[in-house]
């Protein structure tokens, strides 16, 4: 039977922290997940937003974490070479309603201590976003905001967590759990592991991987948000992260650039559902938001609609829960349940904490190796002409591109699959083939024929995104 | 850094076309890029007949469309470069050229642009739902039976009856697939008529106007979806493994978007205007290649 001092159960985002700041101490660590591939759950469905800080109650622990977190974040995509975009936010009002809002969330913010946040009259925002719906009143300008990717982020987590000696278990599912003296007990479809401890980041099903051996305490509801993805070439894209704050008490339109370029409008909220299809009504409500706020934005430049599940964590008696809900059952164990927004900001941090506490517990000594840098997948469309020149000719397989949307070489999809990616949408999270205006209906054949040489399958085996969704029909359905 | 008088981008009827007229006009330094390891663009995976009625007074088969074209051009001098993806092009008329193991930049007096079109994706439309396996442009699954001899489904839906959704209908038919219907949101079929005839009404594929899709149903693999009559607004759920969208083709102007009209900028064939028949888009294309070959000669 394998043995580690700890175990990390779920490879999304949050789990792939906690192993990667648990792997700072001296510790035999295992990060097991579900699926083939991490990042592939509520990871993969986000607002892309990192939150200067200011929507939270001074004091609260969201508070300080997101703006701590908030600052460190260029170092930490610094260390994990992942693209950061500190673009600002402008959170907009139209109306008295929104106006107090605003004020509000000035004296939280600056009572939080989130730098430079400013209030801005209608002239100087529309400066800054000419393409604004009239009618603006003020905007609360926040420039610490940001965005990014949030699988890549979790991904790279990942590689650095496998970097420092990290074990990555894919394909096991965690079924039951036992406790005695020892540790714990875990019984996967691939067999028992024991571990003197468990940091339970399982995502929607944390709540039922804690009730595998201690009564339920917290439930989750989860809430869908469906959003639209413009192409990086449409017009009338803004610059700035835009938070519509609208008159009635309602969730707004949120408007980010992503770092990719390319332009996400969302979330129209959906309550109490696990449902990851969109909604035409959804859609609808985005598209008509978006031309109101943005009234020359081009949606002809819509290239995908996608749905993102959030986990609300609830108490037994249906009163939410509005702290990260951070769960200590028993001793050494751990458990992240229903780490709603903003999760994406907070996530080194919540693994920070978490792996804090539970280093103290084990008495683990720090991994004086522990190296915090990881080196992303060399992209040759954000090199200069002699710089990409050189590499094409050192490595033929940089001069052959794959993605021709998002200029994206056979070099990268090999690294890719190299470094885990198993499916073309694996492929996809890792180097951003597909992403672009034709939405892989030109590439994806030929990653799936890339795939299956490199992982030596069939062709037919090749999946989109996981077990039954095989490009090739099989008969099977 | 390299230099030629003219690059064509784009190695399919229209850049063939446009190649051998501007080398016929007199232009004896010509290079023609394609990113496809194959040249011909979308015609050798169009193995039905129906093309090159005007061009060559005969019905041709996609590839055999190419051969006639690719034959011609081996009587000249005109440099093809296959696997050839051109990442950029800039004012100062100099391109970024980029192969296996060779990114280089050509400077160029004219460019003519023959880069086709791009199908549009079911992302475009507001249509909800899953996004599961099992969904095809149609030019996706022509390739996908065609060229790779692979197998897309078998209880096909077709939204968009366009020339390509037709001939994708009767194609699918001929694959021994059972074709549910080719869903068309207007009064009556998009494409050409013979295409009607031949690939629909010979096959007895039904054509359901004023219809369209409006979510699609599946976890892993597509299983139906909700369909609208538009008249009525009334719904239904039809069954299927496979979506074959044929939503349109845009013009692919990726390249020079940010130039602006420029008098060495050509463009030729779909690129600039999509053509219902390969022999009219050859055929500006000759125009355009032939004007440009002259003013280079």
């Known amino acids: 039977m394998e043995r580690f001092d700890a175990a990390v159960i779920g490879g999304g985002l949050l789990g792939c922290f906690a192993a990667r700041e648990l792997s700072r101490r001296k510790l035999d660590i295992a990060l097991l997940e579900a699926r083939e591939d991490v990042c592939t759950g509520i990871s993969r469905a986000n607002t892309a937003v990192v939150y200067p800080g200011y929507d939270h109650e001074p004091g609260t622990l969201k508070a300080e974490m997101t703006v701590r977190a908030n600052a460190a974040f260029d170092r930490l995509c610094k260390e994990l070479d992942v693209p950061f975009s500190r673009c600002g936010s402008l959170m907009l009002s139209f109306g008295p309603r929104a106006d107090a809002v605003l004020r509000n969330k000035l004296q939280n913010g600056e009572a939080n201590g989130v730098p430079g946040l400013r209030l801005l009259d209608a002239e100087r925002v529309y400066a800054m976003e000419p393409g604004l719906a009239p009618g603006l009143r003020h905007a609360l300008f926040s420039p610490t905001a940001g965005t990014v990717n949030p699988w890549q982020l979790g991904i790279a987590a990942c590689e650095n967590a496998v970097h420092n000696g990290v074990q990555l278990r894919l394909n096991t599912k965690v079924e039951a759990l036992h406790r005695d003296a020892e540790g714990y007990l875990l019984e996967t479809d691939r067999g028992s592991i024991r571990t003197r401890a468990v940091i339970n980041c399982a995502g929607l099903a944390a709540h039922w991987v804690q009730e595998l051996l201690f009564p339920p305490s917290v439930r989750i509801v989860p809430t869908a948000g469906d959003y639209l993805v413009l192409d990086k070439n449409s017009v009338g894209k803004p610059t700035h992260i835009l938070e519509y704050e609208p008159e009635e008490k309602v969730k707004g339109l949120t408007v980010v650039p992503t770092v990719e370029g390319s332009l996400l409008l969302g979330p129209f909220e959906r309550d109490n559902t696990l449902d990851y299809a969109t909604t035409e009504g959804g859609l609808f409500w985005v598209r008509e938001q978006a031309s109101r706020l943005l009234p020359g934005l081009d949606l002809d430049g819509t290239i995908r609609s996608f749905a993102a599940v959030r986990p609300n964590p609830e108490q037994m008696d249906g009163r939410s829960i509005h702290s990260f809900c951070i769960e200590h059952p028993a001793e050494r164990f751990w458990s992240l349940i229903g780490i709603k927004t903003p999760g994406l900001t907070c996530a080194r941090e919540l693994g920070q904490y978490v792996a804090a506490a539970l280093a103290r517990e084990l008495h683990a000594e720090e991994n004086k190796a522990f190296d915090p840098i990881r080196r992303a997948i060399p992209k040759a469309h954000v090199l200069s002409f002699d710089e990409r020149r050189k590499l094409a000719a050192a490595e033929a397989d940089y001069g052959e591109i794959i993605c021709c949307c998002e200029d994206v070489t056979r070099a990268e999809v090999l690294e890719a699959i190299r470094r885990g990616a198993c499916t073309v949408d694996g492929v996809k999270r890792r180097v951003g083939t597909g992403m672009g205006c034709c939405q892989g209906a030109r590439c994806e054949q030929k990653i799936a024929a890339l795939l299956s040489e490199a992982l030596r399958m069939p062709e037919s085996a090749v999946t989109k995104d996981g077990k039954g969704t095989e490009r090739i029909y099989n008969g099977a359905c | ?297």
């Open chain 2, 1 to 297: 850094m390299e230099h030629v008088k003219l690059l064509i981008v784009g190695a399919g009827a229209a850049g063939l076309s446009a190649a051998l007229s501007a080398w016929d006009a007199g232009c004896r330094d010509i290079l023609l890029a394609d990113r496809s390891a194959i040249p011909g663009g979308v015609l050798p995976q169009c193995i039905h007949r129906g093309f090159g009625l005007t061009a060559f007074g005969e019905e041709l088969s996609g590839p055999e469309y190419t051969e006639r074209l690719l034959a011609a051009l081996a009587g000249t001098g005109v440099r093809l470069s296959l696997g050839t993806e051109v990442l950029s092009v800039s004012h100062d008329k100099a391109a970024v050229l980029s192969r296996r193991g060779c990114v280089s930049r050509v400077r160029f007096e004219r460019l003519i642009l023959a880069s086709g079109c791009r199908e549009k994706s079911i992302g475009a439309l507001p249509v909800a739902g899953t996004r599961p396996a099992g969904i095809f442009t149609a030019g996706q699954a022509q390739e996908m039976i065609n060229l790779r001899h692979q197998n897309p489904g078998r209880e096909v839906l077709i939204l968009g009856s366009g020339d390509l959704g037709m001939i994708m209908a009767r194609r699918f038919s001929l694959e021994g697939k059972h074709v549910i219907a080719v869903l068309e949101q207007g009064e009556t079929y998009g494409g050409m008529a013979r295409n009607y005839h031949r690939c629909m009404e010979a096959y007895h594929i039904p054509l359901c106007c004023r219809m369209t899709v409006r979510e699609i149903h599946g976890q892993g693999r597509i299983s139906g979806v909700t369909a609208e009559h538009l008249d009525s607004g009334e719904r239904e759920y039809i069954a299927c493994d496979t979506l074959v969208t044929a939503l349109g083709l845009i013009p692919e102007r990726a390249l020079v978007r940010e130039l602006d009209a420029s008098p060495w900028l050509s463009l030729a064939g779909n690129c600039c205007r999509v053509h219902d028949i390969v022999d009219s888009a050859a055929s500006q294309a000759q125009r355009v290649g032939h004007e440009a070959g002259a003013s280079l000669s």
